[in-house]
Nanobody
């Protein structure tokens, strides 16, 4: 059993910063990739940032230069540092990972619980 636990989020003013964290636990052989998605009411969930097992990152265009994804392999934790936040960043944020299970070595996708980020103007 693999679980992702999300922390962080909250309410911040325009231009402020927040930090989201996600920690994987359970029967894990290898975390292949990790990332963050967000969703607002009535819209599809969208990818915000991703990091593969080689450390290569990808960002949604609108967050480039403001958001940074990083990871701690030993702790199986990754974070999303969000700076210069804008009202349009307001959303429910989810962490995501492709993890190879230690029991059967099958690669599966996992999601953490959502955490609300609200940017007030």
């Amino acid at each position: 059993q693999v679980q992702l636990a999300t922390s962080g989020g909250g309410l911040v003013q325009v231009g402020g910063s927040l930090r989201l964290s996600c920690k994987a636990s359970g029967s894990i052989s290898r975390v292949e990739s990790m990332g963050w998605y967000r969703q607002t009411p009535g819209k599809q969930r969208e990818a915000v940032a991703n990091m593969d097992s080689n450390g290569i990152t990808e960002y949604k265009d609108s967050v480039k230069g403001r958001f940074t994804i990083s990871r701690d392999n030993a702790e199986r934790m990754w974070t999303l540092q969000m700076n210069s936040l804008k009202p349009e960043d307001t959303a429910l944020y989810y962490c995501n990972a492709l993890i190879r299970n230690q029991d059967d070595f099958v690669l599966r996708e996992y999601w953490g619980q959502g955490t609300q980020v609200t940017v007030s103007s």
